[in-house]
C-alpha cells in the first residue's frame, strides 16, 4: 500500500511539474493525486469507518487553511478594487530595477513576521502588478517575494506555521528565535537580492492604466477600505493569541467587517457601481483554481503522513546523519517536495524536550530549516502555491530561474547560523 500511495505521489508531482508541457491544469492534477492516495489508502485498511474518520480529521485541518487563503485573497481583492495599494506605490517612485528588488524584499521581509508568509505574498503580488508591467520581469520579483517571505516568516513566532508549532510546543521561546535567527533570516534574503541584481537591471515601466482601473472609488472610502483591510491582516495573529481558535477563524470574522463596512459605504450608488465595489465581485475575481491546488496537494502529503511514510523518513534521517544540525539541514531541503507541517510534527515526536530541552540549537535550527527551505521549489511553501496560483507561474520555469537561488540564499543563511552558534 505505502509503495503504491508513494508512486502515485511521484507521478502526480511529475504532472505538476511539467503543467505547460501536458496541458493539462495542475489542480485537476493535485486533486486526482489526492483522491487516488486516499482511496488506495482506505482498500488497503482493516476499518474503513476509523480511516474515514481521520479523513475527517485532516480535513478540518486543511479546511482551515483554504478558508484562510479565501478570505486574505478576498480582502486583498477588495483592497485592489477600491485601488488601495495606490497609497503605497505612489511613495515608491523608483523605476530603477535593483532598489526596487531591495524595496520589495525588504517590505516583504518585515512584513512576514508581522502577518505571516502565506497573506504577505498575497499582498506584496498585488502591489506588484500595480508597479511592473512586463510579466517576464514581474515573476522574478514574486520570485524574490516568495524567499523573502519565507525568511521573514522564520524568524518571528507568528511568521510560519513551523516556528508557531514550535513556539507553541515550548521547543522555542520568542526572545530566543527572534534574536538567533533575525541575522540568518536576513542573510537568506540579502543573498538572493544580490544575485538576482545580477541578471536584472535597468529601467522597469509600470503598467498603464485599464478601464477598471479608471474606475476609482472616493478618496475616503479607498482610504478606509485599505486601512481597515490591512488592519484586518495585522488583526488575524492577535486574535489567535487572544482566543486560541485557528487563524481562519479570525480572518474570516475580518471579512464580514469588512463586508458590512463595504455594503455601508456603497449602499446609495448605482447598481453597476456597487457592484464594481463589492465583496460578491472581490469573489468572483480570486483564483479558484489555486485553492482547488492546494487542497489536492495536501490531502495527498496526509495520506503521507498517516500512512507513516514522512515519520519513517524522519527516523531514515537520523540513523543516516549522526548530526542534528545535518537533520535539520536536509529536512528542510525535504520540506521544499512534502509540506514542512508533518516533517516538522514528526520531529517534534521523535526528539522530544528531554533530548533537546527547550532553545536547544537543533529546535532552533529546525525553525529556519523548515520555514525557509521550502523556497528551493514553487510548491515547497503555502507562500509559493499562492503565488504560483495568481501570477501562473510554472513550476519548470521556477526551478529553472529561482530555485537555485533559493538554495544559495537557504545555505548561506544555514552557514551564518552555525557560525554564530
Keep these: 500500500m505505502g509503495t503504491g500511495i508513494i508512486i502515485v505521489f511521484i507521478i502526480g508531482y511529475v504532472f505538476i511539474a ?83 528588488l531591495w524595496i520589495v524584499g525588504i517590505i516583504a521581509f518585515l512584513l512576514s513576521a508581522v502577518l505571516d508568509n502565506l497573506t504577505t505574498t498575497i499582498v506584496m503580488v498585488s502591489l506588484l502588478r500595480k508597479l511592473i508591467s512586463n510579466q517576464t520581469i514581474r515573476l522574478y520579483f514574486v520570485g524574490l517575494t516568495i524567499i523573502a517571505a519565507n525568511a521573514g516568516g522564520a524568524w518571528s513566532p507568528i511568521g510560519d506555521v513551523t516556528t508557531t508549532m514550535l513556539w507553541i510546543g515550548g521547543q522555542i521561546t520568542t526572545n530566543h528565535i527572534v ?78 467587517v469588512l463586508w ?30 489555486s485553492i482547488l491546488f492546494f487542497l489536492g496537494i495536501l490531502l495527498s502529503i496526509s495520506v503521507l503522513e498517516i500512512g507513516g511514510q514522512l515519520h519513517e523518513l524522519s ?3 537520523g540513523t543516516v546523519f549522526k548530526s542534528s544540525e545535518a537533520i535539520a539541514y536536509v529536512i528542510g531541503l525535504l520540506s521544499a517536495i512534502v509540506d514542512n507541517v508533518p516533517l516538522v510534527a514528526a520531529s517534534i515526536g521523535m526528539y522530544d524536550l ?18 525557509t527551505g521550502g523556497s528551493a521549489l514553487i510548491i515547497g511553501s503555502a507562500a509559493g502555491v499562492a503565488a504560483m ?5 510554472s513550476f ?13 540564499g537557504y545555505s548561506a543563511g544555514a552557514v551564518v547560523f552555525l557560525l554564530i552558534q
Design 396 to 408: 519548470m520555469w521556477y526551478l529553472k530561474h529561482i530555485s537555485l537561488i533559493a538554495l544559495v
Design 260 to 289: 458590512f463596512i463595504s455594503e455601508l459605504l456603497h449602499k446609495k450608488k448605482e447598481d453597476a457601481e456597487r457592484t464594481t465595489f463589492s465583496v460578491v465581485r472581490a469573489l468572483e475575481r480570486i483564483d479558484t483554481p
Design 315 to 317: 527516523t531514515w534521517l
Design 354 to 371: 528531554s533530548m533537546f530541552p527547550p532553545d536547544h540549537v537543533f529546535w532552533t535550527f529546525l525553525a529556519y530549516c523548515a520555514g
Design 179 to 256: 534574536s538567533s535567527l533575525l541575522l540568518p533570516s536576513l542573510v537568506c534574503l540579502v543573498v538572493p537580492v544580490l544575485l538576482l541584481s545580477i541578471k536584472i537591471k535597468g529601467n522597469l515601466e509600470r503598467p498603464e492604466l485599464t478601464a477598471d482601473d479608471l474606475k476609482v472609488s472616493s478618496l475616503k472610502d479607498r482610504n478606509i477600505i485599505f486601512f481597515l483591510g490591512i488592519g484586518i491582516l495585522l488583526f488575524v495573529p492577535v486574535f489567535k493569541t487572544i482566543t486560541h481558535l485557528p487563524p481562519f477563524m479570525g480572518m474570516l470574522l475580518g471579512l464580514a
Design 389 to 393: 496560483g495568481i501570477e501562473k507561474i
Design 18 to 100: 511539467f503543467e505547460h508541457s501536458l496541458n493539462i491544469n495542475k489542480a485537476a492534477t493535485a486533486l486526482f493525486t489526492g483522491v487516488v492516495c486516499w482511496t488506495l489508502y482506505i482498500l488497503n485498511s482493516n476499518n474503513p469507518h476509523e480511516t474515514t474518520g481521520i479523513l475527517t480529521e485532516h480535513l478540518g485541518d486543511i479546511a482551515g487553511i483554504l478558508f484562510f487563503l479565501l478570505g486574505a485573497m478576498t480582502v486583498v481583492e477588495l483592497i485592489d478594487a477600491h485601488d488601495g495599494f495606490s497609497l503605497i506605490t505612489k511613495y515608491i517612485t523608483t523605476t530603477n530595477a535593483r532598489k526596487l
